[in-house]
T-cell receptor, first 116, second 114 residues
Framework: AQTVTQSQPEMSVQEAETVTLSCTYD???????LFWYKQPPSRQMILVIR??????QNATENRFSVNFQKAAKSFSLKISDSQLGDTAMYFC?????????????FGKGTRLSVIA | DTAVSQTPKYLVTQMGNDKSIKCEQN?????MYWYKQDSKKFLKIMFS???????INETVPNRFSPKSPDKAHLNLHINSLELGDSAVYFC?????????????FGPGTRLTVT
C-alpha cells in the first residue's frame, strides 16, 4: 500500500517570502501521479499543482513549483512571494493510475500561516 | 454552474439517527468518490463508484451505505449514527481516463453527531 508522509505539521512564513513544504511517499509503482491540494478555512479542496512521475521536468503553476525527486520519493512544494491568501492546510497526495479511477492517498497535511 | 455539489453543507443530528448526504456532479465524469476528513484533518477514501458500480469499499462500517442512482449522483446513507462519525465528508469525481485524472471535490458536508 502506498503511504504519504508530511513531516511538518505547521509552518509559518512572512508575506512575500518563500516557503517549502515537504512530502515523501512510499510506493513500488513506477508510474503514478502526485498532487498538492490546498484547503483554506472555507474547507474547499483546491488543486494547486500536479506531477506525473514519468515527467522529469518539475511542474510549475505561477508562484507554485515542485521539486520532484523520484529516486528519493520526495515531492516538495515551493511557494514564492507568499500571500496572505496562501494561508491554508496543504495536502500532498498520491494516485496510482488505473484508467483514472483510483482514489487519492493523502498525507496528514501541513498547516501554513502567512504572516503580514 | 457548480461542478460538484453536496447537500447539506452542515448536518447536526443525534446519536442513533439515520441521515443521508447527497452529491451531484455535472462534469460528465464516470467515477465518484466519498472521502472522510476526521477531526485531525486526515483525509481517507471510503468508497468509489464507476458508472454506478461500486469499485472500492475501504474498511468502513456497514452502517455506511453508498448509493449511485446514475453516474452523476452518489449519495451516502448512514444508519445508527455514532459520535465517531462526526467529520467532514467530501464527494469527488473524476473522468475515467489515464489522460485526464484530476479529481474535483465538492464543498464538503460537516456532520456533527451529538
Amino acid at each position: 500500500a502506498q503511504t504519504v508522509t508530511q513531516s511538518q505539521p505547521e509552518m509559518s512564513v512572512q508575506e512575500a517570502e518563500t516557503v517549502t513544504l515537504s512530502c515523501t511517499y512510499d510506493t513500488s509503482e513506477s508510474n503514478y501521479y502526485l498532487f498538492w491540494y490546498k484547503q483554506p478555512p472555507s474547507r474547499q479542496m483546491i488543486l494547486v499543482i500536479r506531477q506525473e512521475a514519468y515527467k522529469q521536468q518539475n511542474a510549475t503553476e505561477n508562484r507554485f513549483s515542485v521539486n520532484f525527486q523520484k529516486a528519493a520519493k520526495s515531492f516538495s512544494l515551493k511557494i514564492s512571494d507568499s500571500q496572505l491568501g496562501d494561508t491554508a492546510m496543504y495536502f500532498c497526495a498520491f494516485m496510482k493510475p488505473n484508467s483514472g479511477n483510483t482514489p487519492l492517498v493523502f498525507g496528514k497535511g501541513t498547516r501554513l500561516s502567512v504572516i503580514a | 454552474d457548480t461542478a460538484v455539489s453536496q447537500t447539506p453543507k452542515y448536518l447536526v443530528t443525534q446519536m442513533g439517527n439515520d441521515k443521508s448526504i447527497k452529491c451531484e456532479q455535472n462534469l460528465g465524469h464516470d467515477t465518484m468518490y466519498w472521502y472522510k476528513q476526521d477531526s485531525k484533518k486526515f483525509l481517507k477514501i471510503m468508497f468509489s463508484y464507476n458508472n454506478k458500480e461500486l469499485i472500492i469499499n475501504e474498511t468502513v462500517p456497514n452502517r455506511f451505505s453508498p448509493k449511485s442512482p446514475d453516474k452523476a449522483h452518489l449519495n451516502l446513507h448512514i444508519n445508527s449514527l455514532e459520535l465517531g462519525d462526526s467529520a467532514v465528508y467530501f464527494c469527488a469525481s473524476s473522468p475515467s481516463s489515464v489522460l485526464s485524472y484530476e479529481q474535483y471535490f465538492g464543498p464538503g458536508t460537516r456532520l456533527t453527531v451529538t
